[in-house]
């Protein structure tokens, strides 16, 4: 009954299933791997934020470049408040407000400047509501974070902001606005100054639990769909293949030939053509 297995035909779906379900067994198993390693970047990532909160402020020039396992780390620089900007459409507890960022001209960076952000305002971006930076010498105390990639804020990262606005805190965003050499970094302080407040430090990208460690799950569920949908086609092939070859041995289906014989319709004899 099943001698039809022996055949090019079943050679080539046998090869096919054989072929498949490892590569899907596989190919779902990485994605779940992946995800694995998102949950387990995310978890690090929390234990990381505790400890860096607990852990005592190093200088600035130690924990740079930022990294995943420098950033949120404390940092500490001293130095003198200059150029002033505001990052619009910022939100914190559910308000829409603005980040006071203002540059901090080092002393221990060759004069390049540390952006820092003083503290979140509600309402729209206005100079009017932002609290002037404190005079002379000051040390800093925040969490350092890395610099943000262009339209990763919610305000567009160049071009459609007024004058003393920016889109994204990075070095990229202020190269051509001030006139000298600026960190490819920035603090959010622990305490935003008065009238303020504070702006918590964020994890690093790609340490948490987004749409990416959801869509491997999610791709994880459909390689082993696959191929279970793989074994469930190649049993009903058999189970329709013997049945066909048990109904053809029981005399039950007609002979491809005696198929054809019906179907074509027999010849006129002479006889017959001649009345």
Same mark, same amino acid.
């Given at each position: 009954?099943?001698?039809f ?6 050679? &080539? ?11 899907c ?10 995800f694995?390693? +998102?949950?387990?970047? @995310?978890?690090?990532a929390?234990?990381?934020?505790? !400890? ?5 402020? +190093? ?12 950033? #949120?780390? *404390?940092?500490?620089?001293t130095? @003198?408040? #200059? ?21 901090? *001209?080092?002393? #221990? #960076?060759? &004069? *390049?400047?540390?952006p820092?952000? +003083?503290?979140?305002v509600? =309402?729209?971006?206005s100079?009017?509501k ?13 969490a350092?974070q890395?610099?943000?990639?262009? =339209? ?13 606005q920016? =889109? !994204?805190i ?21 305490r935003?100054?008065s009238?303020?407040t ?17 869509q ?13 949908f ?25 002979s ?11 010849? !006129? ?7």
């Amino acid at each position: 009954m099943y001698r039809f297995l022996l055949t090019p035909r079943w050679w &080539g779906i046998n090869l096919f299933v054989v072929l498949a379900i490892p590569f899907c067994v596989f190919m779902g198993s990485w994605q779940l791997g992946r995800f694995e390693d +998102r949950v387990q970047g @995310h978890k690090d990532a929390s234990a990381q934020s505790t !400890a860096n909160e607990k852990a005592a402020p +190093r200088p600035l020039d130690s924990l740079l470049p930022v990294d995943q396992k420098t950033s #949120g780390k *404390r940092a500490t620089a001293t130095g @003198h408040y #200059g150029k002033q900007f505001l990052v619009p459409d910022r939100e914190l507890d559910g308000r829409t407000g603005f980040y006071v960022v203002t540059l901090l *001209r080092t002393e #221990g #960076g060759a &004069g *390049r400047a540390l952006p820092v952000v +003083r503290g979140w305002v509600p =309402g729209a971006a206005s100079a009017a509501k932002t609290p002037a930076a404190p005079r002379g010498e000051v040390t800093v105390t925040g969490a350092l974070q890395a610099s943000e990639s262009p =339209g990763s804020g919610a305000a567009p990262a160049a071009g459609g902001l007024p004058a003393g606005q920016l =889109g !994204a805190i990075s070095a990229a965003s202020l190269v051509n606005l001030v006139p000298y050499d600026v960190y490819d970094a920035w603090v959010t302080l622990d305490r935003a100054d008065s009238g303020m407040t504070a702006v918590p430090a964020t994890a690093p990208q790609g340490s948490g639990l987004d749409l990416k460690a959801f869509q491997n799950l999610g791709y994880t569920g459909e390689w082993f769909v696959f191929a279970g949908f793989v074994v469930f086609m190649w049993f009903r092939l058999l189970r329709r293949e013997a049945e066909f070859a048990r109904d053809a041995a029981l005399g039950l289906t007609e002979s491809d030939d005696a198929s054809d014989a019906a179907d074509s319709p027999e010849p !006129a004899s002479p006889e017959a053509a001649r009345r």
